[in-house]
């Protein structure tokens, strides 16, 4: 009898998160290159408060979007709170690859709270499977990797954004929107890449809509990134939290 209710019970809460959850077309994942943040950034880029991020591609969004409208789907009244306890269990991951490094260093909490709250609650996703999401789908991107697989280094070279987007491609299958920002010698450097998900948060798709402020030149500068060009503060190192670990590539389950 108790398991019976416990099924009815599952159901229900089933069918009131179906019942809360907002219409949306797909996900951006919208990933950042440090390196090119730290050489155009007018303050330059800092360690942030708890420790150093890992030398590859950070998140820095998770949209939801509406095709029909045009804009991301942001702010719905039907999500919970942010609760920064929740991420306790996926704390080095989101650490390192969701990471802030702005100057004055930050402690990365405003960020996860202002995506949550602009994005997540839109998701249909609980807080932790919205993050946990995101940093998935980032590491099954490794566009490092993919980009290196064709050759194209953070090494201060010119390389064709044809080439750029071709590299995603073979790895995903599906070609991936570019933005470019001011870089060395006046040239543009690759800034971020974006790609399309679908609406289960777990698969890459073509993209139905691409921003039309995208930019980027025929050939693009990828800037290098070492955690070496980080500024360090006394305030920084004070705050440095030890139970953060090295970078890790695993999944989370």
């Not at 490094?101 to 997540?120: E, F, H, Q, R």
Request: glycine fraction near 6%.
């Amino acid at each position: 009898m108790g398991g019976r209710r416990t099924i009815v019970l599952s159901l229900i809460l089933g069918l009131l998160v179906a019942a809360n959850a907002v219409p949306f077309d797909f996900f951006y994942l919208i990933l950042m290159w440090p390196g090119a943040y730290c050489e155009d950034s007018d303050n330059g880029c800092c360690v942030p408060k708890y420790g150093y991020p890992a030398e590859d591609f950070f998140v820095e969004f998770f949209q939801t979007f509406d095709v029909s409208i045009n804009k991301p789907v942001v702010r719905c009244s039907n999500g919970s709170p942010f609760d920064a306890k929740k991420l306790d269990k996926i704390e080095n991951n989101i650490n390192h690859y969701w990471s802030k490094i702005k100057c004055p260093p930050t402690d990365g909490v405003n960020a996860w709270k202002s995506a949550w709250n602009s994005y997540g609650v839109c998701s249909g996703l609980k807080q932790l499977d919205y993050f946990k999401a995101a940093l998935n789908l980032r590491r099954q991107a490794d566009l490092l990797g993919a980009l290196a697989d064709q050759g194209i280094l953070p090494d201060y070279k010119l390389y064709s954004t044809a080439k750029i987007k071709y590299a995603v491609t073979q790895k995903l299958g599906v070609e991936p929107g570019l933005q470019c920002r001011d870089g060395p010698f006046g040239k543009k450097q690759l800034y971020q890449v974006y790609l399309c998900v679908d609406t289960d948060a777990k698969t890459f798709i073509k993209c139905p809509k691409l921003p039309a402020t995208l930019s980027c030149p025929a050939s693009v500068v990828f800037h290098p990134f070492y955690t070496w060009m980080l500024n360090s503060t006394a305030t920084a190192a004070a705050a440095f939290d030890s139970k953060i670990l090295l970078p890790t590539q695993t999944m989370l389950n």
